[in-house]
């Protein structure tokens, strides 16, 4: 009977991670938040017996208009901010063994799970200090190299004479 080597996938999971910041202090206080941007990026994944472990990045940009110039037209600089705030977690996968490959299918943030928390403010209001709340989503796949059997239907034929059944 034929063989074949084939990755096999042994469990699919998808998790949760909290990731929360230090306290953000502001070089130039923020007036107005006007966007954030967010990447994800998952940098080490390992297999051990039933369990995943990974780590990651949250990448984010924090961009905001600074207060007003002074004159009375209101026009300031837009400035950002950029963290880097690694995390780590795990996922239960049954049947996972050491020596299993760990792909990510996905990690991401959606938009309601991002939080910009102002801490503190300025005698005129402005923001100098934050703290930053984001829930990532993360789907890992689990493989494993098998082999299998081939079932032939019909009659087999020899390669090197195919005349031949």
Known sequence: MPLIKTEVVVGEVTTQVLVVSDTIKFCTPVFKLVEERTDVSITDCRVCDGKVIFNGELQKNI?????PTGCDCRE??????EL???FAGFVEVPGALPGDRCQVE????R???NFFIPLTRDEKG???CAQQKTVVDVTLKVVRVEQLDVAVVGP????CNPCRP
Not at 63 to 67: E, T
Not at 106 to 109: E, R, T
Not at 156 to 159: A, C, G, K, M, T
């Open 156 to 159: 087999v034929v020899d390669p």
């Open 76 to 81: 300031g600089p837009v400035v950002y901010h």
């Open 111 to 113: 938009d309601l799970c």
């Open 106 to 109: 996905s990690a991401g943030v």
């Open 84 to 86: 880097v705030l690694p």
């Open 126 to 128: 402005f923001i100098t």
């Open 63 to 67: 961009i905001y208009k600074a207060p």
